[in-house]
């Protein structure tokens, strides 16, 4: 049998002994409640039995209380009569009610026979009180003679022994029903409990027994399972499961085997795919390394080649300028040479910009580029930037104002890189403004950083072009500035720099024209200051 099999027949055992045991518990609580309404309509009888008895001794004692004191005691004796007859009809609904009550377990032929008793000895009282109602008549008509020896012997006597005594047999009978219905229930509740008892056992037992063979059947193939799956994880991949059955788990140990067999086979072929592969790697890692020293050493040249190119071509295009400059102030007479050696110069100018830019450019990208990180004062690094920038700013004739406004400007930097990214700044801000305005610098100190800002009111920069200024070679578009020259590297260079300051650059556009360019820069605790080459 497979082991789905078993399992399938395991829990149909179980449930059918869970329903017996169930169905058992039902017929028990039945049982008791059947008894429990049985117990309490007995109990109605009983006092309904009770009260028919004293109501027959109020309507005695209200016959004769007729009979001695006159037709003035008729309305108490009306209403004994009255109570006496209600206590019929309420042992009637009690009687009624108590054969409702009745079960699987009872006989019904005993209580229809206490209707036909509710009957009898209701017929009795209505003969006695015949009996009181011919001497009531008797005393009215005035013929006292054998009213009382008639009293007594046709409603006193019958109350007293042929009423009284049928209601004592009654509840005699009724007590003697309760017994042998008591009898009969716990008959019946003993035998349930030995059925419940017996399929209990027969529960535990059974599923003992079953279950334990279960467990073998299953316990012994998963083990094996577990020691094989660990052996093929240990690199074992040669270990087999003896596959015996027909079940799930010889199934499974023959898929097991073909696993275990099928990895064998791919293990050996990529070991000897490893191996060439091992020489493959070997070979192109060598001919990479070859590979990366020569772009090495040819980025090397190139980037040396672009700084001489550029410091050699700087020098010959300063000497150019410097003799149109000359030649000019010379006031040559003839206007064409003039205009001539002024485009020269104007020349001159863009491509030592240009060379600039490249020799930027050079210097940034070069392997070997000096970066001194010690405790600097920025606020002299910026007055000499300023004073820089001044001169630069004089052919122009613009004004660079000053203002600081930090109790403490320590950092920990290169102050010459530093002071090259503010003049990129300052240089952009002569660069893009008018003659004869004025460019101010603030540095202020808050919330443990240090903040440059460098304000112009020149064309300013398009809202479109804010996203790509500190991108390399981005130069915006022409139309939105008086002037669009260079190679768009300087605010790259500053970006830089100011990154390796562990600070930040940001450049906005002031309405309705101008620049703004804020430089923010961490500040040094006062304890590094006695250690400047931490």
């Not at 006695?128 to 013929?143: K, M, P, T, V, Y």
């Not at 410097?322 to 002024?342: I, K, M, T």
């Not at 109790?407 to 002071?419: T, Y």
């Amino acid at each position: 049998m497979t082991v789905r099999g078993r399992i399938l027949l395991f829990q149909i055992l179980i449930l059918a002994l869970v329903g017996l045991i169930s169905g058992l518990a039902l017929a028990t609580l039945h049982l008791t409640e059947e008894f429990v309404r049985r117990v309490d309509s007995v109990d109605g009888r009983f006092e309904a039995l009770a009260e028919l008895n004293g109501q027959a001794n109020n309507y005695t004692e209200q016959v004769a209380e007729v009979l001695l004191l006159g037709p003035e005691q008729m309305p108490d004796f009306e209403a004994a009569r009255r109570e006496l007859y209600f206590g019929f009809h309420k042992l009637e609904g009690a009687t009624r009610e108590e054969l409702g009550a009745l079960g699987f377990w009872s006989d019904r032929s005993q209580e229809e026979g206490e209707l036909e008793f509710v009957g009898r000895i209701k017929a009795l009282f209505e003969a006695i009180d015949r009996a009181a109602q011919r001497l009531f008549s008797q005393r009215s008509r005035g013929e006292p003679a054998g009213i009382v020896e008639s009293f007594r012997n046709d409603v006193e006597h019958r109350l007293e022994s042929d009423f009284e005594g049928m209601i004592e047999a009654a509840l005699h009978e009724e007590r003697s029903e309760v017994g042998a219905e008591l009898e009969r229930v716990r008959g019946a509740q003993w035998h349930l409990l030995l059925m419940t008892g017996g399929s209990s056992t027969l529960l535990m037992l059974g599923s003992l027994g079953f279950g334990l063979v279960l467990r073998r059947s299953i316990a012994a193939p998963v083990r094996e399972l577990n020691e094989s799956a660990k052996a093929i994880a240990a690199g074992k991949l040669h270990h087999r499961i003896p596959a015996a059955g027909r079940d799930e788990f010889a199934s499974l140990s023959r898929s097991f085997n073909s696993m275990a067999e099928a990895l064998e086979i791919e293990r050996a072929a990529l070991i000897s795919v490893q191996g060439r592969l091992e020489a493959e790697v070997q070979l192109r890692t060598r001919e990479l390394r070859e590979a990366n020293k020569q772009l090495r050493a040819l980025n090397s040249r190139r980037i040396q080649f672009f700084a001489e190119a550029s410091h050699e071509l700087r020098t010959p295009l300063t000497i150019l300028r410097g003799e149109a400059d000359v030649a000019l102030r010379g006031q040559p007479r003839v206007r064409p040479y003039g205009e001539a050696l002024n485009r020269i110069r104007n020349y001159a100018e863009d491509m030592a910009r240009n060379l600039e830019d490249l020799l930027a450019v050079a210097r940034s990208e070069a392997e070997d580029m000096s970066f001194s990180s010690q405790i600097i004062d920025v606020g002299e690094v910026v007055k000499a930037a300023v004073q820089e920038a001044s001169v630069l700013a004089t052919p122009k004739q613009i004004s660079v104002d000053l203002s600081l406004n930090a109790d403490h400007s320590l950092i920990r930097g290169d102050a010459q890189r530093l002071k090259q990214a503010l003049l990129i700044g300052f240089d952009n801000a002569i660069k893009y403004s008018k003659p004869h305005q004025t460019i101010s610098v603030e540095m202020t100190g808050r919330d443990g950083a240090l903040e440059i800002v460098v304000r112009d009111s020149g064309s300013g920069i398009g809202a479109s072009d804010l996203p790509f200024v500190f991108d390399r070679y981005y130069r915006g578009h022409a139309g939105e500035r008086s002037v669009a020259d260079g190679l768009g590297v300087g605010l790259a260079i500053a970006k830089k720099i100011i990154d390796r300051h562990d600070g930040t650059i940001g450049l906005e556009r002031i309405e309705p024209s101008g620049t703004l360019l804020r430089i923010k820069l961490p500040l040094v605790q006062h304890t590094d200051d006695s250690n400047p080459d931490r």
